[in-house]
């Protein structure tokens, strides 16, 4: 299988000095389900964000669908970001865009329909995704569970190759987490060769998911 996302020598050093991740080599194939598991702090959303390109990596090189990311133009690296889905732990929802509006932008930047058709796929997105509040509420209104399912029907607008989800089930109770699963598990079943990556901070948090592997992040390593 081919692989979406490959590091290699990865190493992160944040603003204040601190090293992050040390020397990383990992690579994410098409059609796999992962875990990715370690403490607050450790540094998983800091690598999520290093191989779709928010963070520029200290030394080492991030591949994204095979193209060193740091050596291709922004418009490029927009492109391949269109190709990926990606809640984060705190939705990073636009706060002074509806909800509707979040889920509707991907589809005005990287697709040619209609506003009108626009809006009905964004609209079939939250009802896919189990959104109940008003789609006209600004983001700061709602509960942070409710945010992160409406990220996730905007990660899901465009089908994308690879879909992150960074911490997404801390918030939900037992039969909204069961609802959630299902969702997720379809999304990645519906397209063949899709990747799915999931982090947890403990092990005990993904028991009653099946994952193909289970990485984990110690002491500024990912090991398996």
């Given at each position: 299988?081919?692989?979406l996302?490959?590091v290699k ?8 000095g ?17 875990a990715v598991i370690?403490?607050g ?19 080492g090189?991030?591949?994204?669908f095979?193209e060193?990311?740091?050596?291709i ?6 492109g391949?970001?269109?190709r ?9 929802l636009?706060?002074?865009l509806?909800?509707?509006e ?11 329909y209609?506003q009108d ?7 079939a ?19 942070l569970q ?10 899901m607008?465009?089908e994308?190759?690879i879909?992150?989800y960074d ?13 959630m699963?299902?969702?997720?598990l ?11 990556i ?8 993904m ?17 398996e």
């Open positions: 299988m081919p692989a996302i490959e020598d990865l190493t992160y050093v944040n603003e204040d601190d090293c992050v991740l040390n020397s990383i080599n990992a690579a994410f194939s098409s059609e796999e389900k992962i370690g403490a702090g450790s540094g998983k959303t800091t690598f999520l964000k290093l191989v779709i390109g928010l963070l520029k990596p200290t030394h090189c991030v591949y994204l095979g060193d990311i740091s050596k133009s922004r418009s490029k690296l927009e391949l970001r269109s990926v889905g990606f809640v984060f732990q705190d939705a990073m636009i706060s002074n509806k909800v509707i979040n889920v509707m932008l991907p589809l005005y930047y990287h697709t040619e209609g058709e626009i809006f009905k796929k964004s609209l997105l939250l009802q896919r995704v189990g959104y109940k509040e008003d789609i006209w509420a600004l983001p700061g209104l709602l509960s409710t945010r992160k399912i409406s990220a996730m029907a905007r990660a607008a465009l994308p190759e879909m992150i911490k997404f089930f801390e918030e939900f109770d037992e039969i909204e987490r069961k609802h699963i299902r969702l997720i379809g999304f990645h079943a519906a397209r063949h060769g899709r990747l799915s999931i982090t947890f901070d403990r092990i005990d948090e028991s009653d998911i099946s994952f193909g592997r289970v990485l984990k992040i110690e002491n500024k390593k990912l090991v």
